[in-house]
Nanobody, 116 residues
Framework: QVLLAESGGGLVQPGGSLRLSCIASGTVFSIYALGWYRQVPGKERELVASMTNGGSTNYGDSAKGRFTISRDNAKNTVALQMNSLKPEDTAVYYC??????????WGQGTQVTVSS
């Protein structure tokens, strides 16, 4: 299996920036894509950004133009640079790894709070 360890969450003022990081371990050779999702109470988990091994990216509408996803050369870490943060970005952010097409793993989540 794949284990995902997230870090970088915290409290930031509106307009500020945060960088989230995720380290994948285990059967990392089986990973097809790494990405970030977020969830707030009462809502479904939603895509923030993802990137395949080949470098193809997919961004959620709320992230476009403000957030940037990146992966290292070994493709076993993924980061999310979040700029121009808004209060509505407040959520638990989860690292996600897709194995092939039909299986996926989740990190434990890291809290991001945007508030003045």
């Amino acid at each position: 299996q794949v284990l995902l360890a997230e870090s970088g969450g915290g409290l930031v003022q509106p307009g500020g920036s945060l960088r989230l990081s995720c380290i994948a371990s285990g059967t990392v050779f089986s990973i097809y894509a790494l990405g970030w999702y977020r969830q707030v109470p009462g809502k479904e988990r939603e895509l923030v950004a993802s990137m395949t091994n080949g470098g193809s990216t997919n961004y959620g509408d709320s992230a476009k133009g403000r957030f940037t996803i990146s992966r290292d050369n070994a493709k076993n870490t993924v980061a999310l640079q979040m700029n121009s943060l808004k209060p509505e970005d407040t959520a638990v952010y989860y690292c996600n790894a897709r194995i092939g097409l039909y299986h996926q793993y989740w990190g434990q989540g890291t809290q991001v709070t945007v508030s003045s």
